[in-house]
């Protein structure tokens, strides 16, 4: 069964500073992996996704990457505001059986003003 | 973009009531729908899969007589808690998907049980 972790669990960064998230996963039989931001008890925003032919994705300040054969991906976010403070987290999207998401277990990021 | 909306956003009740939480997709035709259990912390687990008219698909460990699952139209899909205990406490999160396979996500609804 797909496993996806995030590394760190938990980042504190000065407001201004550019800061990388990683995921990594287990399987590397994947149709897409997803980078997700969550507020304190709210849902799930999409902020990227990647498809399993493709290397990186950006989107303003975010740039995505995945390396699929190594089961790894990177959250990059340059110039790091407060307003960027949440839970960001990775899922992949397997290649066979329903279209359901294998979550990591997060990074919350606290960026300070 | 595609928007899911959830009822209720909160909702605390007490131990052996059932409790029914609802996703709704307002601007288009949902054929799958997922459910997500979040625990304090925690990374979102999928509890099960549903399509539009058929029965829901539960993953292992998820009693489906406790979460009861109804898939009725292609724009609701609704989750019985049945018999709530404190340990169902949880924030449960909807997503629906269509033609595209996209999933969107729904606000979520933070279950208390007394």
């Known amino acids: 069964k797909q496993e996806v972790t995030q590394i760190p669990a938990a980042l504190s960064v000065p407001e201004g500073e550019n800061l990388v998230l990683n995921c990594s996963f287990t399987d590397s039989a994947i149709y897409n992996l997803q980078w997700f931001r969550q507020d304190p008890g709210k849902g799930l925003t999409s902020l990227l996704l990647?498809?399993?032919?493709?290397r990186e994705q950006t989107s303003g300040r975010l740039n995505a990457s995945l390396d699929k054969s190594s089961g790894r991906s990177t959250l990059y976010i340059a110039a790091s505001q407060p307003g960027d403070s949440a839970t960001y987290l990775c899922a992949v999207r397997g290649l066979t059986g329903a279209n359901n998401l294998f979550f990591g277990t997060g990074t919350r990021l606290t960026v300070i003003p | 973009g595609a928007v899911v909306s959830q009822h209720p956003s909160w909702v605390i009740c007490k131990s052996g009531t059932s409790v029914k939480i609802e996703c709704r997709s307002l601007?288009?035709?949902?054929?799958?729908m997922f459910w997500y259990r979040q625990f304090p912390k925690q990374s979102l687990m999928l509890m099960a899969t549903?399509?539009?008219?058929?029965?829901?698909?539960?993953e292992q460990g998820v009693e489906k007589d406790k979460f009861l699952i109804n898939h009725a139209s292609l724009t609701l899909s609704t989750l019985t808690v049945t018999s709530a205990h404190p340990e169902d406490s949880s924030f449960y999160i909807c997503?629906?998907?269509?033609?595209?396979?996209?999933?969107?996500f729904g606000p979520g609804t933070r279950l208390l049980v007394l």
């Open positions: 997503s629906a998907s269509g033609q595209l396979e996209t999933q969107y």
């Open positions: 601007d288009f035709q949902a054929t799958t």
């Open positions: 990647i498809q399993s032919s493709q």
């Open positions: 549903s399509n539009e008219g058929s029965k829901a698909t539960y």
